[in-house]
């Protein structure tokens, strides 16, 4: 039975870095499974990466969670799955938060990646063990006008990664996350220049990081065999 690691919003900056990361350091050994809700860039990445298969599915429906799961079943057993898909707008200062946008934030970055552990983790356990790893951000532990629920959702998601850790480590599923801080991909290069500018004083290192330096930290988790319920930051020190 083929080996399969499953990346959502693998059509997005760090969702590819991040296929592209598990297909070369896997030698090809993990099949992707490449879910966005943008069947065109990952029928794209799909051509550049041999073996790996497209799912184009909304991931925030109980529907599109389910084609998710069908589709990877029927090309083998998940043994990795990175929950990356994300949204980070609307930007909306904590007196101006709509409920509209409480769903569209924490249906995507909290309800999405619960349920797909749950239906995955669940595979995996079944199969023997596996790894997952969810990209949360540095806005877990750091205050930014704008980012209320979005925060909020992110350190939740911290919260369910420990749980998750805990209850399927006997199982030998290992659970960890990744927090990146300011990344140059599509969700932040419409940001204002003096909004950028004001970040960048915030990173020790004085610079914005690349999808990659998300890429390998992802796949140092999936593949360090002892490290479960971690966060580990990718962030050139913006939460000190
Ligand atoms: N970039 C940063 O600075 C940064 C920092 C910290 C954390 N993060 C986190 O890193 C992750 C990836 O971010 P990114 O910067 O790579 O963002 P991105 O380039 O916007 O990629 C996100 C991808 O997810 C897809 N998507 C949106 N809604 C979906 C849905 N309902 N079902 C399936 N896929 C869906 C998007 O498709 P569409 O483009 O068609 O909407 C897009 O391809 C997110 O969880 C984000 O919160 C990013």
Excluded at 81 to 107: F, M, R
């Amino acid at each position: 039975m083929e080996e399969i690691a499953v990346v959502t919003g693998a059509g997005g900056g760090i969702g590819k870095a991040v296929s592209l990361m598990i297909h070369d350091k896997s030698g090809g050994a993990l099949k992707l499974a490449l879910c966005d809700i943008n069947e065109k860039s990952i029928s794209e990445l799909a051509s550049r990466i041999p073996g790996s298969f497209a799912v184009a599915s909304d991931i925030t429906t109980e529907l599109g969670r389910k084609a998710l799961l069908d589709a990877v079943l029927g090309q083998g057993a998940p043994s990795v799955l990175v929950n990356n898909a994300g949204v980070d707008k609307p930007h909306e200062p904590a007196l101006a938060i709509q409920e509209p946008s409480y769903d569209v934030l924490l249906g995507l970055n909290l309800k999405a990646p619960a349920f797909l552990m749950k239906s995955f983790g669940k595979e995996m356990a079944a199969s023997g063990g596996g790894a997952i790893v969810n990209i949360s951000s540095v806005l877990a532990r750091h205050a930014l006008t704008g980012s209320a629920l979005y925060r909020a959702g992110k350190a939740a998601l911290e919260a369910l990664t420990k749980q998750f850790a805990m209850e399927l480590g006997p199982r030998g599923v290992r659970v960890n996350a990744v927090a990146p801080g300011f990344i140059m991909t599509p969700m932040t290069e419409g940001i204002p220049p003096e909004t950028k500018e004001k970040i960048r004083s915030m990173v020790a290192l004085g610079e914005f990081g690349a999808p990659e330096a998300v890429a390998e930290a992802v796949w140092h988790l999936i593949e360090n065999q002892y490290i479960n319920g971690a966060v580990l930051p990718v962030d050139g020190g913006m939460a000190l």
